[in-house]
């Protein structure tokens, strides 16, 4: 053995896939047993639930739906506890169960979306008590091992009567714990490991105890691996040699705990020696990897297991490197631990993954019996790999998952039989990839406005509006906002007047009782509802210009609900007609201008969470917490005439009408608590969601706004700080997303004004007010474009007028439709992007050709005159003025301009030396002056900390006297704190007086006559 000899899986990661990826609706079962709780297929995953005692199978699915989640079902498979599983290592479809009801049944399962078969396809009856483990031979079809208690027996699928002959007993009456296929080995309880059956039994005691243990061949050799408890309870792992089983050739000792082992599966390398193990023990946490010899890697996760799976090599994903996917059951879900090597990703590393065994059976059963021992042949040879796919089963067909590495995804789909093998590709295979749908608001820029447009120094906002209000809401002229004072005020700020709000308290409007929801009616600008605790809905007008007092009266009320409240919403077409939902799980029409409740509609048995008028204003739609959606035509009948599943979570949803009213968009809550999308069909509700888009985890509801020009949904919670965009589109995926706008404090709602609001010189596609906790702030959204010169017609469709009303409500409920008037949005001095000239394409760069062709000494001489001549003009049409000049040659005049040129320069150069020479002298008899009171002012500044500059600035005292300094009397009284001025202020003022008298002091001193120096010396002496 090479000592300095390392594994290239040495630095293997593990990496647990996120809660989004885990595999939800799980119920596995705790019951014990010694075979495996989970399996997989290429395609499929069966696990033990804990259901009818454990005698019911989960089925799910390797890769998740289109709509990014799995679907999870069940199939009732045993009468009594199933003890162990596994799918045939030829047919994905094909899954074997054994139970303690003494039966191995063969199931032909299908994909979890479908219906599962009622009857097992084939029903072995061993007759030997209880049993606990089953497992497929790996080169024959339909050869089953069946271990009970006390024996193990050989069957052949195709002849259920009985088993083969060559039954394998325990020794010593003792019970099996694994079995394991190469020619067949098994364990018993009593420490004993044997070896058969087509040959004599070898038995070898290979264990210290007798707690539980499993066992695994390693593959083209004769070495098998094993794992249990030594004599002091700790898990080991010992290697052996099948044909000398009277010692071990190794063990590793993995420390002590209560769950055995379990041997999941080996990846061999090219280098014979080295592989990679799995290991898991039951009810912990760490999954672990042993890379060939070297020191384990841990992978905790976060509940403990239940069992353990590896998926099969051929779904592995070679372009991130991954060489292992094991699958782990806990109590409520399935968790996949992906582990990768660290290498160059999009690239194929032969090392890594060496020619792997084929779904297509060497021989049969019958064959295997008689003597056969051909192998399975690789279906795929790593010269195959080196051409850049890697190719997975999938029943009768290979996915084509990745071409040449170039991180381009591509999806199609061919049949086995096209691909010979050997297959001869070339190595700069490529094939054309159909183009991803793309949103071109997939750039949308969020972005706050100016300053001035803000209302600032709002105060006592209502921050615990219900969880069906959206908070506040807004139309073209003003903004209508809860506030937290007692009897239901709501607060009526006019668009027009945006800036720092009073102090003082606002003119509001008192419902005498707590709000519960409240909009404004869209075809009338003056008129707000208000709906309260109460069960009463109030009708306000405001008076234009705004409030000025406070309203305590309404206009109308309208009574007929028994319970509270939750949400209101006016019909899309016709005038003064009114949705709302209450506690009483009634849905009431109103007609506001007679004052009177028109429709009931019934067939809610929760909450109602939200409520929809479609865009022809036919149909209402509702989502409620009993998990439905429903949809009425209310002139027809007051129960639902379609009804589906919704959001699993009961915490909140909304929806809304998309793609012209062919989809219903629902937001709301999965199991798990997370933020989701659902896209509901009109035509099938009941078919239940077609798409569905996560988004994070949050307890707020997100709440939608949808623009029907541009088909995109923006969306944002309550206390949130981002806003998510996405556009739908009425075909797979369905959701696209887009840029999301965030903010720097949460928002407690956002309301969004008429498109015609809109700056579309700018590409402004929606526009809306964002409510803080003390302010309401403009939003625009605007889509980047270069040509902002131009009309975008593309973005800008002629819009619907729905603040114009098209019918009454009276028309409406007597069997009218009404219609949208539509405008087109296009400034009158704009054209359209369609009809602006396509732009010249200049090149920047001359071609290559250009600059690499010779050119002569005179080509270059001329090249460089034309350059000149061009930076200088043309001298034949602007000639200088000198060349009208008469009696002078041109020589002379150039003589003459030299001359001149020199005499001017000569000139200049003395005069600047003089100035230079002067100002040099001013500085220094300045410096000399100025030097003792220069430093006496800057002591002076120190100390007080206040410079002489900054105090003038404060008195506007531009020269110092006395007289000049006066004026900060007149500064102190101003900045009075009774005049609206502070202390600090006051202070500031009397510090600068100060610092100038005692500038005044230092110059008073120094303009004092200096005795002689011959004085100085006698003063001296």
């Known amino acids: 053995m090479n000592r300095f000899k390392t594994s290239k899986f040495k630095n293997t990661t593990p990496k647990i896939a996120k809660r989004d990826g885990w595999i939800g609706n799980v119920r596995a079962g705790s019951f014990p047993s010694q075979g495996a709780n989970i399996k997989s297929s290429p395609r499929l995953v069966a696990f033990v639930t804990e259901q009818a005692g454990g005698g019911i199978l989960g089925l799910t699915s390797v890769d998740p739906g289109s709509d990014g989640k799995w679907a999870v079902t069940s199939i009732s498979c045993h009468a ?87 039954t394998v007993e325990g020794r010593n009456g003792r019970a099996l714990h694994m079995q394991a296929w190469r020619i067949d080995a098994g364990f018993c309880r009593r420490r004993w490991l044997k070896i058969g059956p087509k040959t004599q039994p070898r038995i070898a005691q290979c264990l210290q105890n007798n707690k539980d243990s499993r066992i695994l061949w390693i593959k083209d050799s004769d070495h098998i691996l094993t794992t249990g408890f030594d004599q002091m309870r700790g898990r080991e792992v010992k290697l052996w040699d099948s044909r000398k089983l009277t010692s071990s050739l190794g063990s590793a000792n993995l420390g002590t705990a209560s769950g ?4 999941l599966c080996l990846v061999t390398c090219i280098v014979s020696s080295h592989g990679l193990l799995i290991l898991c023990g039951l009810l912990t946490e760490n999954p672990l990897a042993l890379v060939g010899g070297s020191r384990p890697v841990h992978c905790v996760t976060d509940a403990p297991t239940r069992g353990v799976a590896a998926v099969p090599k051929l779904v592995l994903d070679v372009s991130s490197c991954e060489v292992m996917r094991v699958l782990q059951l806990t109590d409520s879900s399935i968790v996949p631990v992906n582990y990768h090597v660290p290498r160059k990703v999009n690239e194929f590393h032969a090392d890594l993954y060496p020619d792997t065994v084929g779904q297509t059976a060497a021989m049969s059963a019958e064959e295997w019996w008689k003597g056969g021992d051909k192998q399975v042949r690789p279906p795929l040879s790593s010269s195959f790999l080196c051409s850049g796919f890697l190719l997975g089963r999938r029943s009768s067909l290979l996915t084509c998952r990745w071409a040449t590495f170039c991180g381009c995804h591509i999806s199609y789909l061919l049949p086995f039989s096209l691909l010979p093998l050997p297959l001869p590709l070339p190595l700069s295979l490529s094939l054309p990839l159909p183009p991803g749908p793309s949103s071109k608001f997939r750039h949308l820029q969020g972005g706050v406005l100016h300053r001035d447009t803000h209302f600032t120094n709002l105060r006592g906002l209502n921050l615990t509006t219900p969880g069906e209000c959206d908070g506040f809401c807004a139309n073209r002229h003003r903004v209508a906002v809860p506030l937290a004072t007692a009897g239901g005020q709501i607060a009526v700020l006019e668009l027009s007047q945006a800036g720092k709000l009073a102090d003082t308290g606002l003119p509001t409007i008192q419902n005498s009782v707590n709000v519960a929801d409240f909009t404004w009616d869209p075809f009338e600008c003056h008129r707000l509802v208000v709906a309260g605790d109460d069960a009463k809905i109030r009708v306000w007008l405001v008076p234009n210009g705004g409030l000025t007092e406070v309203l305590t009266e309404p206009k109308a009320v309208l009574q007929g609900h028994t319970e509270k409240i939750y949400s209101i919403k006016f019909h899309p077409q016709a005038s003064g007609l009114l949705a709302s939902s209450s506690y009483d799980l009634t849905v009431r029409l109103w007609d506001l201008e007679s004052g009177r409740e028109v429709k009931v509609l019934r067939g809610h048995n929760d909450q109602i969470f939200g409520l929809a008028w479609s865009p022809d204003g036919k149909l209402l739609a509702t989502v409620c917490k009993d998990g439905k959606v429903r949809i009425y035509d209310p002139r027809k009948s007051a129960d639902p005439v379609q009804e589906g599943s919704g959001p699993e979570g009961q915490r909140g949803a909304r929806l809304v009408w998309v793609c012209d009213g062919r989809y219903l968009m629902v937001s709301g809550f999965d199991c798990r608590s997370e933020r989701t999308l659902y896209l509901y069909s009109t035509k099938s509700l009941s078919s239940g969601a077609i798409a569905s888009a996560p988004t994070d985890v949050s307890p707020s509801t997100l709440i939608p706004f949808y623009d029907p020009d541009t088909s995109v949904v923006i969306l944002t919670g309550k206390g949130d700080t981002r806003v998510y965009v996405f556009e739908i589109v009425p075909e797979a995926p369905y959701f696209l997303e887009c840029a999301s706008f965030n903010s720097s404090e949460p928002h407690k709602g956002l309301a969004f004004l008429p498109k015609t609001e809109c700056d579309v010189r700018d590409v402004e596609v929606a526009r809306g007010l964002r409510l803080s906790k003390t302010s309401i702030e403009p939003v625009a959204f605007k889509v980047p474009r270069i040509r902002k010169e131009f009309f975008q017609d593309d973005v800008y469709p002629e819009t619907a007028v729905w603040w114009e009303s098209s019918l009454t409500a009276s028309a409406w409920l007597a069997g009218s439709d009404g219609k949208y008037r539509h405008i087109s949005l296009k400034p009158k001095d704009m054209t359209p992007v369609s009809e602006a000239p396509k732009e010249v394409q200049v090149r920047k760069y001359l071609p290559s050709s250009h600059y690499l062709e010779e050119k002569t000494d005179e080509q270059k001489k001329d090249e460089l005159l034309s350059a000149m001549i061009g930076k200088l003009g043309n001298m034949e049409e602007n000639p200088l003025p000198q060349e009208s000049f008469q009696g002078v040659d041109e020589d002379e005049w150039a003589r003459y301009l030299a001359q001149i040129i020199v005499m001017g320069t000569q000139v200049v150069g003395r005069a600047f030396a003089r100035a230079l020479r002067q100002e040099y002298a001013a500085s220094q008899a300045a410096a000399e002056a100025r030097g003792r009171a220069g430093q006496q002012s800057a002591a002076t500044s120190s100390i007080t900390g206040m410079s002489l500059q900054e105090a003038q600035q404060i008195l506007n005292v531009s020269t110092l006297s006395p007289e000049e300094i006066q004026k900060y009397e007149h500064l102190f009284k101003v900045n009075d704190k009774t005049a609206g001025g502070s202390f600090y202020l006051q202070s500031k003022v009397v510090r600068a007086k100060e610092r100038l008298e005692e500038e005044l002091c230092i110059q008073s001193q120094d303009d004092k006559p200096k005795p002689p120096p011959e004085q100085k010396q006698t003063a001296g002496t």
């Open 80 to 166: 009594d506890l199933i003890t162990d599983l596994d799918f045939s290592p030829f047919d994905d479809d094909l899954l074997a169960t054994c139970s303690a009801d003494e039966t191995v049944k063969l199931w032909r399962v299908r994909d979890p979306d479908q219906e599962q078969p009622g009857e097992a396809e084939v029903t072995l009856c061993p007759r030997e008590g209880r049993l606990e483990l089953l497992s497929f031979h790996p080169t024959s079809s339909g050869l089953l091992a069946v271990g009970s208690s006390k024996t193990v027996q050989i069957w052949d699928a195709s002849r259920p009567d009985a088993p083969l002959a060559g």
């Open 260 to 263: 055995v082992c379990l041997c």
